[in-house]
Nanobody, 115 residues
Framework: QVQPVESGGGLVQPGGSLRLSCVAS????????MGWYRQAPGKEREMVAI????????DYADFVEGRFTISKDVGAATLYLQMNNLKPEDTAVYYC????????WGPGTQVTVSS
C-alpha cells in the first residue's frame, strides 16, 4: 500500500484559510471513498470530511459547520481540503486516508490557528 503524503498546513490567524493537499495512489483517489482526519494534541484522531469514490457525496463532521470543502483531482491523484474561517480549535495534524482507513498513515501536515 502506498503511503499518502499530505501538505499545505501552516500557521494561520483565526478566520484565515488554508488548502490542504494529499497525494495518494491513483486507484485510491479514483475508486474509493477518501477522507481527511485530524489529531489534536492529547486527543484521538477524528474524521473531518469524507468524499465518495464517485465524487457525488460528501460528509463532514459536525464541527466543520460549513467551513471546509473536500474535493479531489483524479488526474493528479490528489485529495484536497479547503478550510475557511479557521478557529483555534482546528489546530491539529491533518491526515488523509481511505474511508476505511486502509492505507498506512502518512506524515500528516500541521495546522496551527493562533493569533
Amino acid at each position: 500500500q502506498v503511503q499518502p503524503v499530505e501538505s499545505g498546513g501552516g500557521l494561520v490567524q483565526p478566520g484565515g484559510s488554508l488548502r490542504l493537499s494529499c497525494v495518494a495512489s491513483a486507484d485510491s483517489v479514483r475508486l474509493v471513498t477518501m477522507g481527511w482526519y485530524r489529531q489534536a494534541p492529547g486527543k484521538e484522531r477524528e474524521m473531518v470530511a469524507i468524499l465518495t469514490g464517485g465524487g457525488d457525496r460528501m460528509d463532514y463532521a459536525d464541527f466543520v459547520e460549513g467551513r471546509f470543502t473536500i474535493s479531489k483531482d483524479v488526474g493528479a491523484a490528489t485529495l484536497y481540503l479547503q478550510m475557511n474561517n479557521l478557529k483555534p480549535e482546528d489546530t491539529a495534524v491533518y491526515y488523509c486516508n481511505t474511508g476505511q482507513v486502509s492505507l498506512p498513515w502518512g506524515p500528516g501536515t500541521q495546522v496551527t490557528v493562533s493569533s
